[in-house]
């Protein structure tokens, strides 16, 4: 009998000790995520709150329909996820911001069978969506384009006469003629300023005629960022708008 006792007591010590500890540790962690979840989630809601934005957590895919050549949208199929979405109206102009997400897949070896590992990139997006046909189509971004792209026939064919602005940024378009005469030297010496040249580090800069795209390439925004985003992407909106309307 007390051998048995003894056998009861090891087994509990050994399975069963162990085992609570172990599904209450997973429990605090899995409270843990939920709570920090709703937590951002009453934060988006109230910056979108403060920005006069209607919040989704989950937008539809199909809001990227007509988004769907745009550089920084060519991950369909891997992973892609959108969530965050704030929908506003500033000054005439519709307004989405939400995050953007998706998968790098990478082959690797390992003992002998390829694996396919993903590797999660998070972003941020601001669209504008005019009711006008004024901007050309064109991307621009911070660096030279690479080898891919090249062979594509999609990077740096454009050249404008500005070392800075040459030397710092990479800009294409379908109509590369429509674009170079587009990016008066206005819009050049913009871009080109110390200041502009550090915020565009990590940001995409597209049109394609009905949709104006503005992309952080490095990261998604705290939910009170978003706001200064916006401005930003206003402010380069504005802009191209204004040289637009000059050329009519």
């Known amino acids: 009998m007390s051998e048995a006792i003894a056998g009861f007591a090891l087994l509990f010590f050994l399975v069963i000790v162990p085992f609570v500890f172990f599904g209450g540790f997973i ?17 988006l ?22 988004l769907d050549k745009f550089r920084f949208n060519q991950h369909h199929g891997q992973g892609r996820r959108l969530s965050n ?36 990139h998070f972003s941020a997006v601001a ?19 690479g080898l891919l792209d ?6 740096g064919g454009i050249v404008v006469d500005d070392p800075v602005f040459e030397k710092t940024y990479t800009l294409d378009g379908a109509d590369q003629k429509s674009v170079y005469d587009f990016f008066s030297p206005e819009i050049i ?14 940001l995409i ?3 394609d005629t009905r949709n104006f795209v ?9 939910p009170f960022e978003r706001s200064s985003f916006l401005d930003q992407a206003e402010e380069i909106l504005n802009l191209l708008v204004k040289q637009a309307q000059q050329q009519k």
């Open 27 to 43: 429990f605090l962690v899995f409270r843990f995520i939920l709570k920090k979840n709703k937590q951002q989630k009453d934060e």
């Open 85 to 120: 979405l704030f929908e506003l109206e500033r000054n005439g102009m519709p307004w989405k911001i939400l995050d953007y997400s998706y998968d790098e897949h990478v082959d690797s070896m390992g003992s002998g069978v390829g694996h396919d590992n993903g590797i999660p």
């Open 150 to 155: 090249k062979l594509r026939g999609e990077g």
């Open 127 to 145: 669209v504008a969506q005019p009711t006008f046909d004024l901007l050309p189509a064109f991307v621009l971004y911070k660096g030279q384009a």
């Open 214 to 222: 503005l992309c952080k390439s490095d990261g998604q925004l705290s």
């Open 205 to 207: 800069v597209e049109s």
């Open 189 to 202: 010496k913009y871009f080109a300023q110390p200041a502009m040249i550090n915020k565009m580090k990590n």
């Open 45 to 66: 809601a109230r910056a979108a709150s403060q920005m006069g934005a209607v919040y989704t957590n989950i937008p539809p895919g199909s809001i990227m329909d007509s």
